[in-house]
């Protein structure tokens, strides 16, 4: 069965948001021009899709949906016997202010992305906290992560359908859109691990 969510606004970290923008130090022009973006970047969507699934690890980590010989799902899943795969995006509108300010502001554009970057892991981690209050689970990881190869997104966005759950889409280049989306594994490890 595929679950899905719809979250509050997890709290911003700026800070989190400047290490994104890359800036090393924070001044009052760009304290302002990140409160500004802040205020302009209103039209956020908080959204989850997930299953859980089995997982037997042997020659191949078996995750029902998909047989992977990745040593890094291998060593992160150790020890679980299912595990938590899911999909969150924070919708287009930030796409949208990216795409406007790459044209006539690129330092906005810049903290569009950060602020983009910062919401969604904001996001993720909202969600692994709220796993984590009943289960003992693994830290998150993504396709593309070490040896787990992109391609294994086809199989996440099949398994959740994760278009029409959270209009998530996929393209042939592997690339999802919007883009400030991430799909992931959590391991939920056994009850006596």
């Not at 906005?108 to 981690?125: H, K, N, P, V, Y």
Request: glycine share 6%; charged share 25%.
């Amino acid at each position: 069965m595929i679950y899905t969510f719809n979250y509050n606004a997890p709290p911003v970290n700026k800070r989190e948001i400047l290490r994104y923008a890359g800036v090393g130090k924070e001044s009052e022009n760009v304290s302002t021009l990140v409160e500004e973006c802040l205020a302009e970047a209103d039209s956020f969507i908080y959204k989850i899709c997930m299953r859980q699934f089995s997982v037997k690890a042997e020659e191949f980590t078996d995750l029902e949906f998909v047989k992977t010989d990745s040593k890094t799902v291998k060593k992160c899943l150790e020890g679980c016997d299912s595990a938590i795969v899911f999909a969150a995006t924070v919708g287009m509108g930030i796409d949208r202010l990216i795409s406007k300010y790459s044209v006539i502001s690129p330092a906005r554009a810049l903290i569009f992305q950060a602020i983009g970057a910062e919401r969604i892991e904001s996001l993720c981690d909202a969600f692994c906290e709220e796993m984590a209050k009943d289960k003992k689970i693994t830290p998150r990881f993504s396709p593309g992560y070490g040896d787990f190869p992109l391609e294994v997104q086809r199989d996440i966005f099949s398994v959740l359908d994760c278009p029409r759950k959270i209009g998530l889409m996929l393209n042939e280049s592997l690339i999802m859109s919007p883009s400030k989306s991430v799909t992931a594994i959590i391991g939920v490890k056994n009850a006596d691990t």
